[in-house]
């Protein structure tokens, strides 16, 4: 059959065969695939150094220019690591300063006062008749000393900062609030404010909530489980605080 082709023709067609196209194709892809994997990777920089020192004495490259380090590429999964890592960071120093402050300026209602560090989020606890007198919501004048000082500690600090209000079982008697919900949500509002007109933190970071007697630390049946209850709770969280409108 290929006689009778070229005897009919007389020309024999050059070039390679039509799946070399194909072989090519794939292996043009698979570099780029290698490659794209190689740029996601991290370098080993002196793994590298030594590598390259070695090919410079085998081949005889001399050089009296300065050799640079070759670009290290970041993971994202390092990269989130240690932004984490800088957050918990950022809140168990804000929880020892104010502990510290606690310490020696508070140490009278230092059993009132708990402070929590966690991964995510550092929270103060002002617990009992430590911030508000029975019934009341404006905050008692030996507590604003700490709370400037809970301000100072978290305003350069990111993060949102949510103060919530909570309270015993004990009915209210009397007074402008008409149930302990009502009560717990003035607390909250009246330490928010303190906080932003006195201590400088950007409204827009703040958020206030109140919860009465529904969310208890202890019992209510003792009035040591009662006086726990009976609190304020600052807390500073990891997540940065969205832009709110307004």
Not at 73 to 97: C, H, N, S, W, Y
Not at 110 to 134: H, Y
Not at 172 to 179: A, D, I, L, M, T
Request: charged share 30%; aromatic share 6%.
């Amino acid at each position: 059959m290929s006689e009778e082709i070229l005897e009919n023709n007389g020309v024999v067609e050059e070039g390679a065969p039509l799946w070399v196209v194909t072989f090519g194709d794939l292996m043009s892809l698979l570099l780029c695939f290698f490659v794209l994997l190689l740029s996601f990777s991290e370098i080993d920089r002196q793994w590298y150094k030594e590598v390259a020192g070695s090919m410079a004495k085998a081949f005889g490259i001399q050089t009296k220019d300065p050799a640079f380090d070759t670009p290290k590429g970041d993971k994202i999964i390092a990269k989130d690591f240690d932004q984490d890592t800088i957050a918990t960071r950022e809140k168990e120093e804000v929880g020892k300063e104010i502990q510290k402050e606690i310490e020696s300026r508070f140490k009278d209602i230092k059993d009132l006062i708990q402070v929590d560090v966690e991964k995510n989020k550092v929270t103060i606890r002002l617990m009992g008749e430590s911030t508000f007198d029975s019934g009341k919501a404006e905050i008692r004048s030996k507590l604003k000393p700490l709370l400037m000082k809970i301000a100072s500690a978290i305003k350069g600090t990111k993060g949102d900062i949510i103060i919530a209000g909570h309270t015993d079982n004990v009915p209210v008697k009397g007074g402008p609030y008409k149930s302990n919900l009502g009560l717990s949500i003035a607390r909250a509002a009246s330490v928010a404010e303190y906080l932003m007109q006195r201590g400088s933190i950007e409204p827009k970071r703040v958020s206030t909530m109140g919860f009465g007697k529904y969310r208890p630390l202890e019992s209510n049946d003792i009035p040591e489980g009662r006086k726990k209850n009976r609190r304020v709770e600052i807390t500073l969280s990891s997540m940065p605080s969205a832009e709110k409108g307004g």
